[in-house]
C-alpha cells in the first residue's frame, strides 16, 4: 500500500487553479521533498493532503483513508509541523503536550510515559517545565515535532521545518527527521526553500511550479537532467531549481506579500 497517494488533485481559489492536476505516491518510509518557489502552491496541497483545505477535484489518500470521506481518520494517521507557530509560549513544554495527547485520546495511563519519551527523543526532557517562550527556535521546533509525533503517526507532514534555524539547529532537525524514519518507519513528506537540505534527506524530490509537477526523482537523477559547466562535476540542487522552475528570480514567481510575510514572521520567531 502507498502511505500517500495523490490523483489530479486540484484547488481553485478563483479562476486560477493554486494546485493544478497533481498525482503522486510515495511509498512507507520515504522521505519526499516538494520543492518550488513560494506561491507554487506547496503549502495549499500539504493543508489539502492534512485535511485543513477541501480540494476543488481529484482524489488523495493518506494511509489507506481518504482526505475527503475519512477526514479523522487521516486526522488520526499524521503528524504536522506547519510553518506558523503551533505550540503555546505560556504554556511548559509538558504542558503542551498534555494538550497534544488529551486530543490524540492517549490512554490516561501512557500519557505520563508517551510524554517523556517524546520529550526525551528531541532532547526536551531537562526543560520540560520551562516556558516555551524561554526556548530557543531550535527548542521550539523540537518541540513541535514531539507533538506532531507523540501518537506515534504513520505519515510526517513538515512545512519548511527548518526556516529560521541556525546551522546547528538545522543539523539537528535533519538528524531527527532520519532518525523518526529509521527507528519508526515513519513516512515524511516536506518542503523546503533549502536544497542541501533536499539533497540530505530526501529520497525522491518533486518539483512543483504554478502549481503542476514539472520534474520527479531522485536527487541524482534530477542533478544528471540539467546541464552544467563542464568544470564542475555535476550539477547541483541549486541548478535543478532553477532549470525546472524557469526564472526564479521573475516577479510570478517569488510570492505574494502574504508569502513574504509568513516567511519571515517565521524566521523571526525561530531565529
Known amino acids: 500500500m502507498h502511505m500517500i497517494e495523490i490523483y489530479e488533485l486540484t484547488k481553485r481559489f478563483g479562476p486560477k487553479p493554486a494546485v493544478d492536476g497533481f498525482s503522486l505516491t510515495v511509498e512507507p518510509g520515504e522521505v519526499f521533498g516538494l520543492l518550488g ?8 496541497l500539504i493543508k489539502m493532503l492534512t485535511t485543513l483545505l477541501p480540494a476543488s477535484s481529484g482524489r488523495a489518500a493518506i494511509a489507506g483513508y481518504d482526505i475527503g470521506r475519512q477526514p479523522s481518520r487521516v486526522q488520526r494517521s499524521i503528524g504536522y509541523v506547519p510553518q506558523a507557530l503551533s505550540v503555546d509560549g505560556t504554556l511548559t513544554g509538558y504542558e503542551n503536550l498534555l494538550i497534544l495527547a488529551k486530543l490524540y485520546s492517549v490512554p490516561r495511563r501512557q500519557r505520563l510515559d508517551r510524554i517523556h519519551a517524546a520529550l526525551s527523543y528531541v532532547g526536551l526532557e531537562s526543560v520540560a517545565n520551562r516556558l516555551v517562550n524561554t ?24 512545512d519548511e521545518p527548518t526556516v529560521g534555524l541556525d546551522p546547528v539547529a538545522r543539523k539537528t532537525m535533519w538528524d531527527l527527521i532520519l532518525q523518526l524514519r ?11 526553500h533549502f536544497m542541501e537540505e533536499a539533497d540530505v534527506l530526501c529520497d525522491r524530490i518533486a518539483m512543483l511550479y504554478h ?8 536527487p541524482a537523477a534530477l542533478k544528471a537532467t540539467v546541464p552544467h559547466p563542464e568544470a564542475t562535476p555535476e550539477a547541483t540542487m541549486d541548478d535543478v531549481f532553477i532549470h525546472y522552475t524557469r526564472n526564479s528570480l521573475s516577479t510570478e514567481t517569488e510570492g505574494s506579500y502574504r508569502d513574504t510575510s509568513t516567511t519571515r514572521r517565521t524566521a523571526k520567531r525561530l531565529g
Open 37 to 44: 518557489p513560494n506561491g507554487a502552491g506547496k503549502s495549499t
Open 182 to 192: 529509521r527507528d519508526y518507519g515513519t513516512t515524511v513528506f516536506l518542503t523546503t
Open 211 to 218: 502549481g503542476q509537477q514539472v520534474a520527479i526523482g531522485t
Open 135 to 158: 526556548y530557543s527556535g531550535g527548542m521550539i521546533r523540537r518541540l513541535e515535532m514531539a507533538q506532531a509525533t507523540l501518537h506515534r503517526p504513520p505519515v510526517l507532514f513538515l
